[in-house]
């Protein structure tokens, strides 16, 4: 089990306003995945996956990147979700149209902020977080990274492989956050409204930031990987291009809920003992 404090991939002192040019490259790297595994990938009945040899090094690491990217899709699922619920409960609160997806539900929100703060309001959120990762989920993955020629750890051959269990591992990362809503000039609806949403959002913002690095650096070493010599046969490309539709798709839920999250601008400070 590992155990971080602070601000995840962010740090300190993070702002809505560094997400901006990311998070236009995040959208449109999204899109092209999705793109690329719906036009080049058959319909495959099943598990796409489940007819590679684990026991060959090369399919197993497909297998990890595919494992990885269908964690990230079923935690961005529930991330997302919780963005766009949270937004709406504010919605609903300050008796302003509720929209029935993120980015326009979220919307709605910071529209009634950004009002606030054109009339003198200062709002924020300083978030005091805690993420902690479990190590068997690394460790069940890990375990089809092994060679018979030496510890995995020793072989260069099972690196991608252990990298892609990493993520994995990351996806499954849990947190928790002190947040105090740190507010002036702010009406009494949008600011009872905010402090009683604090906390959940305290807690988005936290594992966002803690999964920014994963879901944004999962791509690149994977597409890298599938150019490496005598890789990807049929059996595997079945699998990584159903990987690459999942990524695709974590990417733009990703966008989703840090575009909603960033409504309310976060300071990220480390937990008191």
Not at 11 to 19: A, D, E, K, L
Not at 141 to 152: F, M, N, P, R, T
Not at 187 to 202: P, Q, V, Y
């Amino acid at each position: 089990m590992t155990t971080r404090l602070g601000g995840g991939a962010r740090g300190t002192g993070y702002t809505p306003f560094m997400r901006a040019c990311p998070a236009a490259r995040t959208l449109a790297v999204a899109i092209a995945l999705v793109l690329l595994a719906a036009c080049s990938s058959e319909e495959v009945a099943g598990d796409p996956c489940s007819r590679l040899d684990l026991s060959l090094i090369g399919q197993a690491t497909v297998k990890a990147y595919a494992d990885a990217a269908a964690a990230l899709r079923s935690r961005f699922d529930e991330i997302e979700g919780r963005v766009f619920h949270i937004c709406d409960a504010m919605n609903a609160t300050l008796a302003l149209g509720r929209p029935r997806n993120t980015y326009e539900a979220c919307g709605t929100f910071r529209a009634r902020v950004n009002e606030a703060r054109d009339a003198g309001a200062e709002i924020a959120l300083q978030i005091s977080p805690s993420c902690t990762v479990q190590g068997a989920a690394r460790d069940r993955c890990e375990d089809k990274c092994q060679l018979e020629s030496c510890a995995s750890a020793e072989c260069p051959e099972s690196t991608p492989c252990r990298d892609a269990c990493g993520a994995v591992a990351e996806a499954g990362v849990e947190c928790t956050a002190d947040t105090v809503a740190v507010t002036s000039d702010v009406d009494a609806e949008l600011g009872s409204a905010i402090s009683l949403n604090a906390g959940e959002w305290g807690t988005l913002e936290s594992l966002v930031a803690e999964l920014e690095a994963t879901v944004t650096e999962l791509g690149p070493p994977m597409l890298a990987y599938a150019q490496t010599a005598d890789v990807i046969g049929k059996d595997e490309q079945d699998c990584y291009q159903d990987a690459l539709g999942n990524l695709g798709v974590v990417l733009i839920s990703f966008d989703a809920s840090r575009d909603g999250l960033a409504s309310l601008p976060p300071v990220f400070t480390k937990p008191t003992n």
